[in-house]
């Protein structure tokens, strides 16, 4: 069953702003990290963002930093992903994972157990 569901992509110009959620089941979201990756067309999924879940450790790919913003609300089960001052290279789809630790792999989507089926970023320019 769906474990992890993103939503709040669409179509934006280069310099707007869209805030991605991913909402999960508390199976797949209590005591877990929770990422962000990307995959433009023809291209490998890259990182994009993380975060523990006490929400107070994240890390970011270095293209984002300064622009896109993760944060979380377990009593919601909802991680949501910032994304400001949005450039046409971010256009791909975006999915959320959960991984069960944190670690130094964390930017890395094999250490990531649940997937969502992924909502689409484009950014026109």
């Known amino acids: 069953q769906v474990q992890l569901v993103e939503s709040g992509g669409g179509l934006v110009q280069a310099g707007g702003s869209l805030r991605l959620s991913c909402a999960a089941s508390?199976?797949?979201?209590?005591?877990?990290?929770v990422g962000w990756f990307r995959q433009a067309p023809g291209m490998e999924r890259e990182f994009v963002a993380t975060?523990?879940?006490?929400?107070?450790?994240?890390l970011y790919t270095e293209s984002v930093k300064g622009r896109f913003t993760i944060s979380r609300d377990n009593a919601k089960n909802t991680v949501y992903l910032q994304m400001n001052s949005l450039k046409p290279e971010d256009t791909g789809v975006y999915y959320c994972?959960?991984?069960?630790?944190?670690?130094?792999?964390?930017?890395?989507?094999?250490?990531?157990?649940?997937w969502g089926q992924g909502t689409q970023v484009t950014v026109s320019s």
């Open positions: 975060i523990r879940w006490s929400g107070v450790d994240t």
């Open positions: 994972a959960s991984a069960p630790v944190w670690d130094e792999a964390v930017d890395r989507s094999l250490r990531y157990k649940y």
């Open positions: 508390a199976r797949v979201f209590s005591g877990a990290t």
